[in-house]
């Protein structure tokens, strides 16, 4: 049986992002792991425009062609990890954005939040956007990585130099998104069947 496939998906577009090397970092552990294959999309290369389709994404009856890529690369997706930094206390606005332009496509899978930041190391952001992804029928899991004070991590070369707890944990979500697609399978293929 082929593998579920893991969208690990980079939710800070910025110039000189941290979110590039921690995402590498993390896809080299998703990599390891071996549950998964393993899709990265960074939302700077996918340059999404804000929304701008006229119906509500449940209908998916897009209009542009930005909406239907996007659609299908989702749509093909069985569980996702948003690397995600905190802006002000939140999330980011490119991930709510590419959150937003659809629907259906994110019901019944599960997310991990690999977050970073300051003092908070992310969780701010990640507590409030569990709120939004259980309005899409997607299951975020407790297992997460939290880093705080990212720049610690970040040597010389530009890449990331995980601690134990890092690793540690980076383990413990990857195991547990495993069991949560299995586990939601049968509820996105009901999801999916013709009407
Ligand atoms: C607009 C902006 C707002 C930020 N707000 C927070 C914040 O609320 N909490 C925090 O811990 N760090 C905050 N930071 C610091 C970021 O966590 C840090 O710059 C991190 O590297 C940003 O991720 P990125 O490099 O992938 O863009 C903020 C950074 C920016 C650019």
Partial sequence: MSKPTL?????????GRVGLPVARW???????NGAF?????????????????PKHPRLRQYVHQHTKDWSARVEAADAFVFVMPEYNFAFTAPLKNALDFLHLEWQYKPVGLVSYGGVSAGTRAAQMLKQVLTTLKMTPIPEAVSIPFV??????????????????SATAMLNELRRWTDALRPLREEATLPA
């Fill in 151 to 168: 720049q610690q991590f970040i040597g010389v070369d530009c890449e990331v130099h995980a601690n134990d707890v890092m690793e540690t």
């Fill in 37 to 53: 294959d393993i899709e990265v999309v960074d939302l700077a290369e996918l340059n999404l425009p804000f929304y701008d389709e």
């Fill in 26 to 32: 993390f896809a080299e552990r998703a990599e390891a």
């Fill in 7 to 15: 969208m690990i998906v980079i939710a800070s577009t910025r110039p």
